[in-house]
C-alpha cells in the first residue's frame, strides 16, 4: 500500500520556508521565484508557526493593501502586510504514515490544497492536490498494466496449450 513517505520520496523532501516577520512582498517573490503555491511559516528558533499560501495572500491584499487600486513603480511595492498577519495559523497536518486516500480526504474536506508532513514534530515535506492526484494516476497505470500483463499472459499460455 501507498503511503505518503512514497510520495515524497519521489518529489523530495525539500520545503520551502519563510518567516513570520517578512513582507508580503517577499512572501510572493518566493511563490513565483520556485513556482510553488505555499510556503511553511517559520518563527523564532525555526518552529513552524503556520503556512501562507496564495489565497492567503489575496485574502490579506485585497482587505488591507489600499495601494492595489494605484499604479506603482514597477518594482517596489507599497504593500506593509507581513506574514504573520496573512498566514494560517491553523496548521492541518500529515504524516509519512497516511495513506494518500485519507490525506486527500482531509484536504478535500478542508478546502486546502498544500498539506505539511511532520515526523516527531520536524518537518519531513510538503504534498500538494497535485501530488497525491499524479501518485493516484501512477498508481492505477501501474494496476492496469499490470492486469493487462497478466491477462495477456493467461490468454496466450491458453492459446499455446491448445496448439
Avoid at 500500500?1 to 510520495?7: F, S
Avoid at 487600486?69 to 497516511?98: F, H, K, Y
Avoid at 497535485?130 to 501501474?142: M, P, Y
Wanted: hydrophobic fraction near 35%; charged fraction near 30%; charge should be negative.
Amino acid at each position: 500500500l501507498m503511503k505518503i513517505w512514497h510520495i515524497l520520496q519521489e518529489k523530495g523532501e525539500d520545503v520551502e520556508t519563510i518567516d513570520a516577520g517578512r513582507t508580503i512582498h517577499e512572501a510572493i517573490g518566493k511563490l513565483n521565484e520556485y513556482g510553488i503555491g505555499a510556503l511553511v511559516v517559520t518563527g523564532e528558533g525555526g518552529q513552524i508557526v503556520g503556512i501562507i499560501t496564495e489565497r492567503d495572500i489575496l485574502k490579506e491584499c485585497g482587505d488591507h493593501c489600499t495601494s492595489l487600486n494605484e499604479p506603482g513603480v514597477r518594482g517596489q511595492t507599497a504593500c506593509t502586510s507581513i506574514v504573520r498577519d496573512a498566514m494560517t495559523r491553523d496548521l492541518i497536518i500529515g504524516v509519512p504514515d497516511d495513506d494518500p486516500n485519507y490525506a486527500m480526504g482531509i484536504m478535500s474536506k478542508n478546502r486546502i490544497r498544500h498539506l505539511p508532513i511532520l515526523e516527531d514534530g520536524k518537518l519531513a515535506g510538503i504534498i500538494s492536490v497535485s501530488d497525491l492526484i499524479n501518485a493516484h494516476l501512477e498508481e492505477k497505470v501501474f494496476e492496469n498494466r499490470t492486469l493487462r500483463e497478466y491477462i495477456q499472459g493467461t490468454s496466450r499460455h491458453r492459446e499455446h496449450r491448445d496448439a
